[in-house]
């Protein structure tokens, strides 16, 4: 079989869900073949905000320019009614505190389209490329694989996978072909029209995201960017007072709109693109069946409010990749598939009720920027409930409820929360030299043992006792205290580090005389906290087959 034609991932769907699923299996060494229906190229910012959590994903998968590029939230201004004259600025996000287990402590903007740009360009690294104009129309699936059949200017293809994700938006065929439900509720309460355009107005501030509180029926919104061009705007509106459906049909009204909100002098250059929505809320009862997986929109879809959509979808796609290529490399068996669903739905569910509230306060108070909440920086979203995970030192309650969006408390670290980051660690081994990070270690195809320990003699018994663990997928690490001896550091470790300025030890919670081992998976989430290599050795017998 060609494995260009047969690769053993087909991803349904190229926007950022399809292009983090692929871009976390070529990591991981599987090739996939990765197609969309539309033949263009996607146009259009919509929902633009990337939070921390986001953030640190695309550190895990060497994606550094959607922090480069991606422009600070700006403050939203509002004005005087009928003027140009500022009212008070307000911060578009809870303020957060840069500490050194947060390097990604702020949100940042990017629009979807140059998103997409950016994730193309690292899938082409492995010569992938995205097949655009190319639709899923049916598939079959049976135990040792799928047969799907896809179209490409009119002309059927019939293909041989074994995994598909189902990346096909709200509106994809995969999620109803597996007869998934999507319940919930269409709200018609609220319709927004969301436009890119470029103009040019006498005194407009292009560092402030425009509003206009007191005309709260409308809840324009104008938030200056220049990825949409020269004089580039993202506008959005929506109010029960409008005809949306009319307003969009129409540059003219859409202008005309936007001249009767802004009270100053506008040129209109272009309308780039627009579009208008009522918010769906809905999800599916489970986010696979068999071979088949649905991930971001084609799986959860809510109110804009929060802008949770896109990062939930991508931190959807982050979590499923690394079980399929375990799974595919035969290291793992098709069982590690089912906590795809067992991880994500308490959190998609959680974030569902999270954003309708929003949307229903934002409603009755008509302000679009009703109370930010630091839940949406999603640094916080854990796994503690997941069966795979392992603790050694918490004690389990039966019935304990579940707070799959948590909340960032950097006193408290149990086995499912968010890996911390610790800068300043100096690698100490002979022939290592020089600083590095925690969160440069953390990759997605891998998992990181850490052994935090008093001296690197104690960490071997240890690191011995685990040296039957797959090298191509775990890699060891020993975390020395500042106070630790380093002369001659010897020991079996792919990596051996010296916490120099104590904040690895400060974020994991552990005491220098401490032994503690951490094992962090592949999506930067702590698999384990043991005591030594007995519980190490436990969590991976959940994970691999042959432990
Ligand atoms: C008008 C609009 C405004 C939005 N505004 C916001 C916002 O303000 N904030 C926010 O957070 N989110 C917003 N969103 C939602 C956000 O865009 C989505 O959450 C995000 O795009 C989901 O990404 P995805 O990859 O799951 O799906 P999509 O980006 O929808 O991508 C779906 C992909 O599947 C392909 N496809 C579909 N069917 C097939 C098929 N049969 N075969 C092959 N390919 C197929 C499409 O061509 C496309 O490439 C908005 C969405 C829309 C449409
Ligand atoms: C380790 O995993 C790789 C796949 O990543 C596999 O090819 C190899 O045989 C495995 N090694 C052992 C010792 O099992």
Partial sequence: ???????????????????????TLLQNGIPVRIIKKDPNPRTGQRGSGIWPRSLE????????DVNDLGKPALPIRTYKSGT??????????????????IPFHSPKLIGQQLLDVVLRRHLEKFSCFVEAGTELRSFEQSDEGITAVLAKNEILETVHTKWMIGADGAKGIVRKQLGLTFLGETRDDIHMLIADICLKGTGLDRGVIGTDLEVSLHN????????????GWQFIIFGHKLDISKIAQSEELIFESIASIVPTEITFKKLVWVSEFRPNIRMVNKFSDGRVFVAGDAAH????????????????????GWKIALVEKGLADKSLLETYTEERLPVISEMLDMTTSILN??????????????????????????SIVLDEFVTPVEGKPINAYGVLDEGHLE???RAPDAPRLLHVRPGDSGETTLFSHYRPWYHTIFVFTPSAADATPILTALESLNKSVVRTAVMLPSSAPVAHVACPA??????????????????????????????????????????????????????
Avoid: W
């Fill in 1 to 23: 079989m060609n494995s260009y034609t047969h690769p053993p991932v087909l991803v349904v769907g190229a926007g950022p869900v399809g292009l983090v699923a692929a871009l």
């Fill in 57 to 64: 994903l695309f550190n895990f998968l060497n994606v550094p």
């Fill in 84 to 101: 140009l004259e500022p009212l008070k600025d307000t911060s578009m996000v809870p303020y957060m505190e840069p500490t050194p287990a």
């Fill in 220 to 231: 324009p919104f104008l938030r200056p960017t220049d990825e949409v061009g020269e004089d």
């Fill in 301 to 320: 879809v809510h109110s804009p409010t929060g802008g949770q959509g896109l990062n939930s979808g991508i931190q959807d796609a982050f979590n499923l």
């Fill in 361 to 386: 306060q934002v409603i009755t108070t008509g302000n679009m920027i009703a109370r930010r909440s630091p839940k949406f920086y999603m640094l916080g979203i854990n796994c503690r409930f997941s």
């Fill in 415 to 417: 086995a499912g929360d």
């Fill in 494 to 547: 792919d990596l051996v580090l010296l916490d120099q300025g104590g904040h690895a030890y400060s974020a994991y919670l552990v005491e220098a005389s401490q032994t503690k081992v951490f094992v962090i998976r592949p999506d930067g989430v702590v698999g384990a906290i043991a005591h030594g290599a007995e519980g190490v050795n436990k969590y991976f017998s959940k994970i691999f087959v042959d432990v």
